[in-house]
């Protein structure tokens, strides 16, 4: 079985010569394999094209995929955008009474599935004239039956919480509780205003929020709707690790009387969160396949090894690996610079930072509470805001990415090539532009890109520039495990291979762990003060951490860090021995 699709956005034809045309061999024997739309764009015949790889080659764009796929996914198709365009196969199955988890790369049909199942349009099964009842038939014996039925006959209310929130004050402008009032709808709106701590901003315009109260406000107005079917994607960007402990929490309350489906790559808030989850696999923006439920432990240990056992699918060549870094000593690693105590106050909050100093070649991260100065602080150290006391003069290089990011009318490669004169070499491209997936956006403005692929070229613009210190604030935001994984790898080499020292502020427990060789630990009390412990070893430096927060970790075969359930026998255990991190052997 083999399905053809084509990028649109990247199809070019008044720029091409139709090389996808000229050089396809079934073409030159008569056959009518591609044929140009109207719009001068090609179609592919599935059925006719014989997989030669010509036109994927030959096209200059890159906007043609052929794809082989086995026999058995043939006329299993949930959903098709349309000739040669996307294709879904397979559906998670929401269930009264428990958290469902979906886990796959971006671009796979998460968001697909959910409008489905949000009732937002019809399954085609891959056909342009099917009904609903071709639909309910399809699915007869199975427990989505009944669940389509109900959605054709109009009794399935949905509420959805956004991927990108950053969008809602566009879309609404006013203050905090004009919002909320509108979506309570369960009478439950004071309830969760408390349990999300947003009483404090209820007053204060959509626009003026920060990224974390924005997402917390997210949550809290598709928590009040009265709905049957709650979907959450992803409720953790822009929380730190209290926060999104806490909204898992309080979506796993939900879900005791509801139906509650969840996208979500922080993998320590999955585990927490879920009760089953479905793994997803495929090639981004040309197909995706849904598994079947899996426990928890199990799906995530399958996808962090690259192996779905049940259904015989090797999704990467290699496992994703966490690893135990042993401490180096301080007296052999040299000293790159060092800073004086010193102090920056607003008008209602004051950050007091002890002498420190950064170390050669290390990778250091930083974590902490929201509001409590992280970000003053790397903004401080790479000259972005002067201090209210002290002085700090690193005379060294930094390059800096932001918390949030403002895209410019400027391709990628544009962008990238004004940044440095390395771009284009082989070192280039296979230290940065590979490992974060930028090859195929190169061409794509930073005005049209996701969030995701805007962080990516985040990432990678602040590694393109000359630098003895790289600092970047929460880069894990809006990328899935796959792409978390390929940054964190990314930016541990570049530091290693160019012996620079890297700063990481992120709340993704996951990256600190397989990125840091030592930690810096924010302490006070949000939105009042805060201080700065370290740096650390980082095994000293999560254990203060943790027991902040009252949250312990253990590791387990595959040695990824889980949350242990509170109070559960072995969180006592692990909080009277004072591990919070993980059981030393």
Not at 251 to 279: C, F, G, M, P, Q
Not at 467 to 476: G, R
Request: proline fraction near 4%.
């Amino acid at each position: 079985m083999r399905i053809a699709v084509l990028n649109r956005d990247r199809c070019q034809p008044v720029k091409c010569g139709k090389e996808c045309l000229i050089y396809c061999p079934m073409v030159r024997t008569g056959d009518e394999t591609v044929v140009i739309e109207k719009g001068g764009k090609p179609e592919i015949s599935e059925e006719l094209c014989e997989g030669c790889g010509i036109c994927v080659n030959k096209c200059p764009f890159g906007a043609i995929t052929i794809i082989g796929l086995p026999e058995e996914l043939k006329r299993r198709e949930t959903h098709r955008y349309g000739p040669n365009a996307f294709v879904l196969y397979g559906l998670p199955i929401p269930t009264k009474g428990r958290v469902t988890g979906i886990l796959g790369p971006n671009g796979t049909g998460k968001s697909t599935a959910i409008k489905i199942l949000s009732g937002v349009f019809k399954p085609n099964l891959g056909s342009e004239d099917t009904d609903w009842d071709d639909v309910i038939k399809h699915y007869s014996g199975s427990e989505l039956q009944e669940y389509f039925r109900k959605i054709k006959d109009g009794g399935v209310r949905a509420s959805s919480k956004p991927q990108y929130i950053d969008y809602i004050p566009k879309k609404f402008e006013g203050r905090v509780s004009d919002l909320l009032q509108k979506t309570d709808e369960r009478g439950e709106l004071n309830e969760l205003i408390t349990k999300f701590e947003i009483g404090s901003i209820v007053e204060r315009n959509l626009s003026d929020l920060s990224g974390g109260e924005l997402q917390r406000v997210a949550i809290v107005a598709c928590m009040a709707k009265d709905a049957d079917f709650y979907f959450f994607d992803e409720i953790t960007p822009y929380l730190d690790i209290y926060q999104r402990i806490n909204a898992a929490r309080c979506v796993r309350d939900l879900a005791e009387t509801k139906t509650v489906l969840v996208v979500e790559h922080d993998l320590a808030i999955l585990d927490l969160l879920a009760d089953v989850i479905h793994l997803t696999y495929g090639t981004p923006s040309a197909y995706g396949v849904m598994t079947k439920p899996k426990g928890v432990r199990i799906g995530i240990n399958e996808y962090l090894k690259g192996f779905f056992r049940e259904e015989n699918i090797r999704i990467r060549q290699e496992a994703i690996e966490f690893e135990l870094h042993a401490p180096r000593p301080p007296a052999e690693v040299s000293i790159l610079a060092e800073y004086d105590a010193f102090s920056k106050r607003y008008e209602n909050f004051t950050l007091d930072v002890k002498s420190g100093c950064v170390r050669n070649g290390e990778v250091v991260g930083i974590v902490g509470q929201n509001a409590i100065g992280k970000s003053t602080f790397v903004n401080v150290l790479a000259g972005e805001i002067d201090v209210t006391d002290g002085e700090v003069d690193l005379d060294i290089t930094i390059s800096y990415k932001p918390q949030y990011i403002k895209p410019e009318d400027i391709t990628v490669r544009s962008l990238l090539r004004s940044i440095t004169d390395n771009f284009g070499l082989s070192h280039y491209v296979n230290d940065v532009l590979r490992p974060l997936q930028l090859e195929a956006l190169l061409d794509s403005n930073t005005m049209n890109l996701s969030g995701g692929e805007l962080q990516r070229v985040a990432i990678a613009a602040c590694l393109s520039r000359d630098a003895d210190l790289y600092i970047l604030d929460e880069p894990s935001a809006h990328l899935d495990v796959e792409q978390r994984t390929q940054a964190t790898k990314a930016i541990r080499r570049f530091a290693k291979n160019k012996d620079v020292s890297a700063m990481v502020v992120d709340h993704d427990m996951y990256m600190i762990d397989m990125l840091s060789d030592g930690l810096i630990v924010f302490a006070g009390e949000p939105t009042v003060s805060g201080e700065v412990f370290g740096p650390y070893e980082m095994r000293k430096g999560m254990n203060r951490f943790l027991k902040e927060l009252g949250i312990t970790f253990r590791r387990d075969e595959t040695k990824r860090p889980r949350i242990n359930k509170p109070n559960s026998k072995l969180d006592r255990e692990q909080k009277a021995k004072g591990e919070y991190y993980y059981m030393s052997k």
